[in-house]
């Protein structure tokens, strides 16, 4: 059965462009459903058949590599050589959290982020490539899910970096990177509500520029009625106190005057941002 994941507008992202070729196809299984692009969705199924979830698939792996978050994920190499995939189990955030666990009605958001990746990608924006998603029956119409994304090489998140656990990559240096995505966001009316030193990855390219990325997109919103201004004040606000915040939690050495600065200098961008940046 073949799905289209329908306009962006569906997704939450305003009056972006449909993306070409954000086409999931999706496979019933016995106890479970696994949508994902065509290329994979068999592989994905035949994985599911034969060790239960893709996230225990991706745990059973020799010598994973497990990546921090509310729980491991986990990096893997899917069969024939298809390249390396990231494996998330979905969890709850927020108070409930202890109650919800990781159960969800429907897809979770997991739909929702293979739409937003897809358009923000189409439209410019730095993203990871959402490539599907499996849901499995937690009984009383509830479902656990699991996500998969390509895995993107050599690359840290702005949290670890801030803390000074990547010697590579100064501080500076990453902050000018994620102006640069902050500016993007902006010429594009793009907010992240949940815009943290987590969801900003950092990687090198061949030329050795370091371009930042957002991820974790399934709560992003497109508002096309913002003006760059506001949409920067939201997303700098939020990256800003998650910055202070982590500096209290790890005792980084960026201080108040750094986070400040930047601050100031992409909120003073918006002036010369054009639709079209």
């Known amino acids: 059965m073949t799905r289209s994941p329908g306009s962006p507008t569906e997704a939450n992202v305003g009056e972006a462009p449909r993306p070409v070729g954000a086409v999931l196809e999706t496979r019933f299984l016995k106890r479970a459903e696994v949508s994902a ?47 390396l995939v990231v494996i998330r189990h979905a969890w709850h955030g927020g108070l409930l959290a202890p109650i919800t666990g ?13 739409i ?36 993107v090489a050599d690359a840290f998140d702005l949290g ?17 990177a994620t102006h640069t995505l902050l500016v993007r966001l902006a010429a594009a009316g793009v907010v992240h509500p949940d815009l943290n030193v987590k969801n900003v990855l950092l990687t090198r390219g061949s030329a050795g520029d370091l371009t930042a990325m957002m991820i974790d997109v399934d709560v992003v ?9 506001d949409t920067m004040h939201a997303n700098v606000a939020r990256l800003s106190r998650s ?34 940046d």
């Not at 060790?51 to 893997?76: N, S």
């Not at 897809?118 to 656990?144: E, M, W």
């Not at 919103?221 to 201004?229: I, Q, V």
């Open 221 to 229: 919103r497109l508002h096309t009625g913002l003006t760059p201004a």
């Open 37 to 83: 692009v065509p290329t994979l969705v068999d592989t994905l199924a035949t994985l599911i058949d034969a060790h239960g979830t893709l996230y225990d698939w991706a745990a059973d792996q020799p010598q994973p590599r497990a990546l921090r978050g509310r729980a491991p994920v986990f990096v893997a190499a899917l069969p024939d050589s298809r390249g």
């Open 243 to 276: 910055i202070r915040k982590w500096r209290a939690r790890f005792g980084c050495d960026i201080t108040d005057a750094t986070v400040e600065q930047f601050a100031r200098t992409a909120l003073a961008s918006t002036s010369s941002i054009r639709s079209d």
């Open 116 to 151: 937003t990746s897809a358009t923000l990608r189409a439209i410019g924006i730095p993203t990871t490539d959402v490539l599907g998603f499996a849901t499995y029956r937690a009984g009383f119409g509830f479902r656990r899910v699991d996500v998969i994304s390509r895995f």
């Open 102 to 114: 990781d159960r969800f009605r429907g897809t979770s958001r997991a739909a929702r982020e293979f």
């Open 160 to 176: 670890m970096i801030v803390a000074g656990l990547v010697p590579a990559v100064g501080c500076n240096e990453a902050l000018a």
